[in-house]
């Protein structure tokens, strides 16, 4: 009990030391920035104000107004012409400043002296693309192709214009490219499965839902925008029922909570199916006319599944199934937003399939403030002129060679005829945010040559040969979609960049500069052109007619506009399936190796020695890598935990605050215990996010185990990230 | 490191004021003091108050602007605080000027109105304390504990100086500064208790009080070892000569600074989530 | 009549997102480890037997009777007729005094400039009809400011569970209170 006091008390001069080292580079900032500024915008030499978008791997892809005061931006908020971003920025949205002008930014070239030593040496771009084009027109020499030249892109930066990375390579030849995608591919499968491919309702047309069920997701912290539309939902009479193993501060707001049983979503969807089915409380006509299969899947069901079945499998009595079924099938209309962290099992995908037909026996499909909400890429009807690059003549391999994204590290020492002795590694930190990060990092030792495009010296930087400064989104033109609502947003280039920083695009130029400076003909990208031009040259007729624009002068004044037509996914029934209906029964997912209809999938099971599974789920002041490192946020937080349940801590005599090692087969890590009762005896909760100076990533205890689906949409499985066994003891 | 000028300023300044009291208290009652001595001790107050008063002032974010801490009076301790010890600092030195022949009277006087002056600055210290916002100090003890400082430092302190200079015996010191240990011991304990099954922070501030070391060697050097000094001669009606005096002072100074900056350092404030 | 301007803190809404205190920040670009609105975790059974995650968002309580001001030895602080409290930096010396005086922990030191700094309530924003940066920011609209002299307080607490005893000093911070949820759990 004293060791608390202890750790708790408040000592009486707040005196508190100034976070935010610089990282170890060798340079100082420019920009001395001065606290409780006064000044008033009439006071300051020119003031602007420009519109940004916030191009991270978000659903909210805000729309930002950025206040410039001098060249030097002075505030951010959300722009209040989007209905969406309502004028308001999330905690990551408001710390932008400090993601440009932090002293922790990489704003020259560098060269490290000896990977992984921290000797970086700052170079010039020319010696940056020299060295780069040599060890390309090498590779191509000794091994007659591009091939062990590998790309491992991803979401850091969503902004169009940055295909332009994927681009780089496509100009040089044909190359090695980690394919699929980590977060959300099971659920992209199952959706395509069973509507053609993911179209969600606009997320403003929320509000009208009478009945909206959060499917293991967590908006509260992960799409905050949303979250006030589901409290608007709530004020017009929609009940809200939160589904997650984890009551997390989304589910503390719902009208009912229940803690399912982690990986059995779809063991509930079916004994709701089987309520539905025994009472009678299907939508017959919709089904006959829109869906394919639905006489098999009530044949399954009702062969197969039991409310009491379920109950026992998913830990929720079969009184609360029975009821949540009834409340379900009877609103009208009643919605489902399916969360990605929901899909991150092994059964991930069946599990959507079976959430989605209970959608579609209940003829909530096609309707205002119905549906079974995932994502959509509607709205990304962009030309890809930054991507789009043919190899040159006479370029060796054939094709493109793919490898497993979700499975990098193991994909990257595997490959063979030729091997991979180059990365180049841009929008993605597989040393953070990769399983398996010890096979990732002896990825790394072999090769010969890395290159990274980033911001901050992280922990992939950090194994790298040369870092390529690049811009943010202030420092550069481009245009940016959302995977979740509906609006295009202008991102304008803000500031003039700092230090040597280049956008993607520009790096690609450079690149291809120097490549044909010393081989002619090696690289196919453009030399120079104009960023502004390129983001117009991104933009075709068909998508001005979806925003109702007439031209890029009428989007650009504009800034930010939202698609004036099909924003109730699947109102018309146009379903993309082979039979272009929805279809319970797929014979699609019967080629990928499923059942054909959305059957139940057992659960991983828990090995004995390692009793936990260990969630790792996104932190609230980080995108997965970003945000957390910025001094700004580490002044609210600045230290990972591990979250247990009250029950477990008294079993074992923890108490908050002590050092907690979680380990299994795999490795480990050591973190604080923070006890609470939020979470259910046999999890533990550790979130994901890199902690600058800490030595913390729960990766090392993540294993690459594939979800069951993702491989005909993104080309590979996803990875069962929560489906990770850990055992704990006291440190 | 903003606490330790407070502990200096703080202890040093009621050693003052103590000092001064004594030395006015020892001619009001008819004892004869050498001018020599007199200015001697006087002088060496007056530094002691100036060396505290610098001390204090290094505690602040901008000690040049300490003058503007004047202003204000009719709400803020610490500005009365200021005020005292300014006004004490001048009674110091307008009383050091009446060292002279036949200015006894005067000097009496001087030193009546600098004793208050110094005991209110002293109980105006205190009430900085008196805050709701620190529940373990929300009541007399600030005011108690420093007024106790200044009885327990001042008289030894003086007895050591004269005894040094051999002016006069002082035949009760030890039996005073006995009786001034016993209170000191009695009101921690009171004040101890009271916080201990008091509020969450109450507790948890006599919580840190046990729990640090430096609360066990004030026991010992603050009070046991003088404790067990004074007891001795005053049992043995012996005098104390100028070194056992001043090892005793030495030791109960090293108390009052433990004991000073445990009173900063183990408070627990009321918080957000206590 | 006079205003008498205080925070409205909904617990119901807030779901502890923390965009609050850096839409704070990033308005007026102040230093890193300074933090003028603060999100807090509350106690998870403070206002249920079940547990849930409930967040308190607090700046400065613009107090009726404020200690800070009451405590400080330079007339550092003025208390607006609207009610607004402000600390006038140059008038500061870092004396701390205010620090020790707030129930709340609201003042805080910051060493560059051994100067105290603390909430304003953003008047120069209120004085030009537009709310404080920290209202404005808030994706949930779960803050606002009140003008408790012609906004009925019905269904509003003055206190509380872990904020400091508001009589204290008279804070005109209003709270709502997260209302319960039904919870169906597998623990026992």
Redesign the interface.
């Known amino acids: 009990m004293s060791e608390q006091w202890k750790i708790s008390r408040r000592s009486f001069v707040k005196g508190t030391a100034a976070a935010g080292a610089l990282a170890g580079v060798g340079y100082t900032t420019d920009f001395g920035f001065k606290g409780l500024k006064e000044v008033s915008a009439e006071n300051a030499g020119v003031t602007e104000v420009f519109r940004n978008a916030c191009p991270r791997n978000c659903y909210d892809t805000c729309a930002i107004l950025t206040t410039v005061e001098d060249g030097v931006i002075t505030r951010v908020s959300g722009n209040p012409d989007n209905s969406y971003t309502r004028g308001k920025l999330c905690v990551k949205g408001n710390s932008y400043t400090r993601t440009v002008y932090s002293p922790d930014r990489i704003l020259y070239p560098m060269r490290q002296k000896g990977r992984g030593t921290g000797n970086w040496e700052r170079i010039s771009w020319d010696e940056a693309f020299t060295e780069i084009a040599e060890n390309i027109l090498k590779i191509k020499e000794t091994y007659g192709s591009t091939l062990p030249i590998c790309l491992d892109k991803y979401s850091g930066n969503f902004d169009v214009m940055h295909y332009g990375i994927e681009g780089t390579l496509s100009s040089i030849g044909y190359t090695t490219r980690a394919t699929g995608t980590p977060c959300w591919p099971a659920g992209i499968d199952a959706q395509t499965f069973d509507f053609g491919t993911i179209v969600n309702n606009d997320p403003e047309d929320m509000v009208n839902s009478k009945f909206l069920i959060l499917w293991g997701v967590n908006p509260a912290w992960c799409s905050v925008h949303s979250m006030y539309l589901i409290e608007e939902a709530k004020k017009r009479g929609c009940k809200i029922v939160a589904i997650d193993p984890i009551l997390t501060a989304t589910a503390s707001k719902a009208d009912m909570y229940i803690q399912i049983k982690p990986s059995t979503d779809g063991a509930l969807a079916l004994g709701m199916a089987r309520y539905i089915l025994d009472n009678e409380l299907y939508d017959g006509d919709w089904m006959a006319q829109n869906s394919k299969g639905y006489e098999e899947f009530f044949g399954y069901v009702k062969n197969n599944i039991t409310v009491e079945w379920a109950a026992e499998k998913t830990g929720i009595p079969v009184a609360v199934i029975e009821q949540l079924a009834y409340e379900y099938a009877t609103a009208e209309p009643a919605n489902i937003w399916i969360g990605y962290g929901m899909q991150r099992h092994t059964n991930g995908g069946t599990n959507v399939r079976a959430i989605d037909a209970l959608a579609a026996i209940t003829g909530n499909i096609g309707k205002t403030g119905g549906g079974a909400q995932y994502a959509q890429l509607e709205t990304w009807a962009f030309n890809y002129h930054a991507m789009i690059f043919n190899p040159p003549e006479g370029s060796q391999g054939g094709a493109d060679r793919p490898i497993n994204m979700n499975n990098f590290g193991a994909d990257v020492l595997a490959a063979n005829d030729p091997p991979i002795k180059m990365m180049w590694l841009a929008c993605r930190n597989p040393i953070a945010q990769d399983p398996e990060t010890s096979v990732v990092k002896k990825a790394f030792e072999a090769m010969d040559f890395i290159v990274t495009a980033d911001l901050y010296m992280n922990e992939t930087v950090k194994l790298s040969d040369i870092v390529l400064p690049v811009t943010t989104p202030f420092e550069s033109p481009g245009l940016n979609a959302s995977y979740w609502h509906y609006w295009l947003n202008i991102n304008e280039q803000a500031v003039k960049p700092l230090g040597e920083t280049k956008n993607d695009v520009e790096i690609a130029m450079g690149l291809s500069a120097k490549l044909n400076e010393l081989s002619p003909g090696s690289c196919t990208y453009p030399t120079s052109g104009d960023l502004d031009e390129w983001v117009e040259k991104e933009c075709n007729s068909g998508l001005y007619k979806m925003f109702g624009v007439k031209d890029y002068k009428e989007l650009k004044q504009k800034g930010t506009v939202k698609a004036v037509s099909n924003l109730v996914a699947w109102e018309k029934g146009d379903f993309r399936t082979p039979s272009g209906k929805y279809e319970f029964y797929s014979e699609e997912a019967e080629s990928y190796g499923h059942h054909p209809l959305p059957v139940y999938v057992e659960e991983m099971a828990t090995p004995k020695e390692y009793p936990f599974r260990c969630f790792t789920p996104h932190w609230k002041l980080n995108i997965h890598s970003q945000f957390q490192n910025l001094d700004w946020m580490e002044a609210i937080n600045n230290k990972p935990f591990i979250e247990i349940h009250p029950k477990v801590a008294e079993r074992m005599d923890i108490k908050n605050g002590d050092s907690i090692k979680m380990y299994n087969d795999l490795g480990y890590i050591v973190v604080p215990a923070k006890i609470t009762g939020t979470i259910s005896e046999d999890i533990v909760v550790v979130y994901e996010a890199w902690y600058k100076d800490k030595n913390f990533n729960v990766n090392y205890t993540t294993k690459a185990i594939p979800a069951d689906m993702g491989a005909k949409a993104t080309g590979m499985p996803g990875i069962a990230f929560h489906d990770n066994f850990v055992n704990i003891v006291k440190a | 490191m903003g606490e330790l000028s407070l502990v200096l300023f703080t202890v040093i300044s009621q050693l003052a004021v103590g000092a001064f009291v004594t030395l006015w208290m020892l001619e009001a009652l008819g004892k004869k003091i050498s001018i020599e001595t007199g200015k001697m001790l006087t002088i060496s107050i007056l530094g002691i108050t100036a060396i505290g008063l610098v001390i204090s002032l290094t505690h602040l974010g901008h000690p040049f602007k300490a003058y503007m801490a004047l202003t204000n009076v009719g709400n803020s301790w610490l500005s009365r605080e200021v005020i005292m010890f300014s006004l004490f600092f001048a009674a110091i030195l307008i009383y050091f000027l009446q060292w002279k022949d036949g200015m006894q009277n005067t000097r009496k006087l001087i030193g009546l109105v600098g004793a208050i002056i110094g005991t209110v600055g002293v109980i105006f210290s205190g009430m900085i304390y008196v805050l709701p916002a620190m529940p373990a100090w929300n009541n007399f003890s600030p005011v108690i504990f420093f007024l106790i400082t200044a009885l327990l430092l001042g008289p030894v302190y003086v007895s050591s100086v004269l005894v040094w200079r051999k002016e006069m015996q002082l035949p009760n010191i030890a039996v005073l500064a006995l009786v001034a240990i016993i209170i000191s011991i009695l009101a921690s304990l009171l004040h101890l208790s009271t916080i201990s099954s008091g509020s969450i922070a109450q507790s948890m501030t006599a919580t840190n009080m046990l729990a640090s070391s430096v609360f066990w060697l004030r026991i010992v050097i603050g009070w046991v070892i003088p404790l067990a000094i004074f007891a001795h001669y005053a049992y043995h009606k012996q005098q104390m000569n100028a070194s056992i005096l001043v090892t005793a002072f030495v030791m109960l100074l090293a108390g009052e600074f433990m004991a000073r900056e445990l009173f900063y350092s183990t408070v627990v404030a009321l918080q957000i989530g206590l | 009549m006079a205003k008498k301007l205080g925070f409205l803190v909904n617990s119901?809404?807030c779901?502890?997102?923390?965009?609050c205190?850096?839409?704070c920040?990033?308005?007026?670009?102040?230093?890193?480890?300074?933090?003028w609105r603060?999100?807090?975790a509350?106690?998870?059974?403070a206002h249920s037997s079940?547990?849930?995650?409930?967040?308190?968002s607090?700046a400065c309580n613009h107090c009726e009777d404020p200690?800070c001001?009451?405590?400080?030895?330079?007339?550092a602080y003025e208390k607006r007729e609207d009610g607004i409290v402000i600390h006038h930096?140059d008038?500061?010396?870092?004396?701390?005094?205010c620090?020790?005086?707030?129930?709340?922990?609201v003042p805080?030191?910051?060493?560059?400039?051994?100067?105290v700094?603390k909430c304003h309530m953003c008047y120069?924003r209120i004085d030009k009809g537009e709310k404080p940066a920290c209202v404005?920011?808030?994706?949930?609209?779960a803050i606002d400011v009140i003008d408790l002299n012609s906004t009925s307080e019905f269904g509003l607490d003055k206190e509380y569970v872990?904020?400091?005893?508001s009589t204290?000093?008279n804070s005109t911070t209003r709270f709502i209170k997260?209302s319960g949820?039904?919870?169906?759990?597998?623990?026992k």
């Open positions: 119901d809404r779901v502890g997102c923390h965009s205190e850096m839409a920040k990033n308005y007026h670009q102040y230093d890193a480890e300074i933090r603060k999100v807090y509350v106690n998870e059974v079940v547990p849930v995650r409930q967040y308190l607090l200690a001001m009451k405590a400080c030895p330079v007339r930096h008038r500061c010396i870092g004396c701390k005094m620090i020790m005086a707030c129930p709340y922990n805080e030191f910051n060493p560059k400039y051994k100067k700094e120069e404005a920011g808030c994706p949930m609209d872990g904020f400091p005893d204290i000093t997260p949820l039904l919870q169906v759990r597998r623990d």
